[in-house]
């Protein structure tokens, strides 16, 4: 799908409406069109869908990359192109690429579930995803919502995980044994020492969203080690059941990828999984958001 020219930043018209997609998680928005400026209302009732929603879904799209970039812009400031592993676009490296299928291996070739960048001290506050080819089968994406993953857990399980803090490392979801396609030339093993070298961070097993107030189970078995103040075994049967609980289906949403679609998750209540089960060509361009510490 070619990238159409900027329009001229004419006024949105007309209402937009709001469709859950599943109980937990994930819901439609129609009526707007994403190329032109938002208005106050457009954008704070945007907002206000993501945060109850936790990823909003947008259908028949078409964005040049300086549109795309600007509606990203209205959730907040790109994190820095460095902190990514995806190719970015010259002019516009805020957006990265993922370009995969058609002959290119996908980026993964085992996924894990994870909360993006939950390994660096601030992960990231969400993102913004934008097809451009979708293959004709296969390529989904999955949401979790780590709202209703906590409500879901037993009294006895959140009074033990209060006030408790988990390990993330970033290396855990890239080492050579899951990412191997990464590191074959000199760059991807440079990267690879760089991503190794990261310190761990610590982050509540139960985080409070900054503005909804809700809690939200806050590990994920792409990034988390360890439970911090018990030992190895203990925090290993206890992560692998909350990794177990977090897959539950009542707690998720799956996207069918079609041209033109667009997706914005929160990252602050929600964990994902790109399914690689595709031959044809995927081409996304994402947008991620810098974020606020997890407390």
Not at 20 to 40: H, K, M, Q, S
Not at 95 to 114: A, C, F, N
Not at 148 to 163: C, E, R, T, V
Request: charged share 20%; aromatic share 10%.
């Amino acid at each position: 799908m070619a990238q159409t020219a900027a329009r001229s930043p004419a006024p949105q018209a007309g209402s937009l409406t709001i469709t859950p997609v599943v109980t937990a998680i994930g819901a439609e928005i129609a009526g707007i069109d994403l190329a032109r400026p938002l208005t106050n209302s457009q954008h704070e009732t945007i907002s206000a869908a993501l945060v109850q929603h936790q990823v909003i879904f947008f259908e028949r799209q078409s964005l040049s990359n300086a549109q795309l970039s600007a509606f990203a812009r209205g959730f907040g400031e790109p994190q820095p192109a460095s902190e990514s592993s995806f190719g970015k676009l010259a002019d516009f490296p805020e957006i990265d690429v993922l370009s995969y299928g058609g002959g290119v291996q996908p980026y993964v070739t085992k996924e894990l579930w994870h909360t993006d960048f939950s390994g660096r001290e601030t992960p990231t506050m969400g993102s913004v995803l934008y097809c451009l080819e979708a293959p004709s089968t296969g390529g989904d994406t999955i949401w979790v919502s780590l709202f209703a993953a906590y409500d879901a857990l037993s009294d006895k399980m959140k009074a033990y995980l209060a006030g408790m803090q988990a390990e993330h490392r970033t290396i855990k979801a890239f080492g050579d044994d899951i990412r191997s396609n990464l590191w074959k030339d000199e760059a991807g093993r440079k990267r690879f020492d760089q991503l190794s070298a990261l310190p761990p961070a610590l982050h509540p097993a139960v985080r409070t969203h900054p503005v909804s107030g809700r809690k939200a189970l806050f590990v994920n078995e792409g990034y988390t080690t360890r439970l911090i103040g018990v030992d190895r075994a203990e925090s290993d049967a206890v992560l692998g059941y909350l990794f177990a609980h977090l897959r539950m289906p009542e707690f998720q949403v799956r996207h069918r990828w079609q041209a033109g679609h667009l997706a914005v998750w929160d990252n602050r209540s929600t964990q994902h999984y790109a399914v690689a089960d595709y031959a044809e060509k995927r081409l996304m361009h994402r947008v991620t958001i810098k974020g606020d510490k997890p407390y």
